[in-house]
């Protein structure tokens, strides 16, 4: 049984998808395909279900995932061992993170970390379905750890270390007649129209939390998956928003106003795996990471 077949068959499984999953490991699609078939050969099951519109794992293949991942690890544990010996990390890591994070200067982390681990490979993307679809990623596996904003208690299977707090505040026409007031309370933004994230942002579910908890209602009528779009939206009349203050450094044209009356803090933390064991050069990128907010 070959190491590279048991990665394609991991690599299919998360995506349900042969050309995602070639994509993914950077190999054509022809030789996950051969890889598969090789492994299904071997192993005289099938291991996915195929139609001409999808790929489901079937049953078989469904129990030996778990034996697959726990193949993978071990391989992994021994390649980190033998790279430690010889004086350098290999390997992959695959980082999420949101589209604007703020507290962190997610770049120069990363640079610092490639400075001085130049052998590991840094893998960066963000997920279109925001905060929650990085946890998810992460608890699937497609992803080693991950920048989030994830408001209330831990996800199931995640451990969230706090990288900081940021509070949210009211972005709104200079014009409008609630900029008169110093503050602005969340129970007096009853049924005003909102720019927002869609569901599943961080920030959203922290405004969606705020008005929730003060039987207030509104309606977003504009969603943006990049919240530093969010006050050009507002600046043409068509809303409010509620944002993260490092979002705002640069605004001057439009009013900025603390909400009070409910908990609109920002949290951004770090999102690892909480039963499985991070290979060493992600154990190490994560120990960068919780040092730099010491």
């Known amino acids: 049984m070959e190491l590279r077949h048991l990665e394609y068959f991991v690599a ?4 349900l998808n042969f050309t ?4 993914r490991l950077y190999v054509v699609q022809s030789a996950v395909s051969a890889g598969i078939k090789a492994l299904e050969r071997e192993l005289e099951v099938t291991l996915f279900d195929r139609t001409s519109r999808r790929v489901d794992l079937s049953e078989a293949g469904a129990a030996f995932l778990p034996h697959a991942y726990a193949t993978l690890d071990a391989a992994r544990g021994a390649r980190d061992a033998l790279a430690q010996v010889q004086g350098g990390l290999r390997g992959i890591v695959r980082v999420g993170t949101m589209t604007s994070v ?5 770049p120069e982390l990363l640079g610092d970390f ?6 590991v490979l840094l893998q960066l993307s963000a997920a279109p379905s925001g905060s929650q679809g990085l946890v998810d990623a992460v608890a699937e596996r497609r992803l080693d750890l991950a920048f ?13 270390t706090s990288l900081g707090h940021e509070p949210m505040d009211l972005v709104l026409p200079v014009s409008h007649p609630l900029a008169e007031a110093t503050t602005v309370a969340v129970v007096d933004l009853a049924d005003y129209d909102f720019i927002d994230s869609p569901v599943g942002y961080g920030n959203r579910a922290v405004s969606d939390r705020a008005f929730a908890s003060t039987g207030t209602s509104r309606r977003v009528i504009i969603e943006v998956t990049d919240i530093a779009t969010a006050p050009a939206y507002v600046r043409n009349g068509l809303g409010l928003a509620l944002l993260p203050r490092f979002v705002l450094q640069d605004i001057h044209d439009l009013a900025v106003r603390p909400v009070t009356g409910a908990d609109l803090g920002w949290p951004m933390s770090l999102a ?6 991070l290979s060493a050069a992600a154990a190490a990128l994560v120990k960068l990471i919780k040092d730099s907010v010491k």
């Open 20 to 23: 995602a999953a070639a994509g």
């Open 12 to 15: 299919v499984a998360e995506e």
């Open 272 to 277: 690892t795996p909480r039963n499985r064991t």
């Open 114 to 119: 490639h400075r001085q681990h130049p052998g």
């Open 148 to 160: 989030v904003s994830i408001p209330g208690e831990n996800p199931p299977h995640i451990t969230l």
């Open 102 to 106: 703020g507290i962190i200067d997610v």
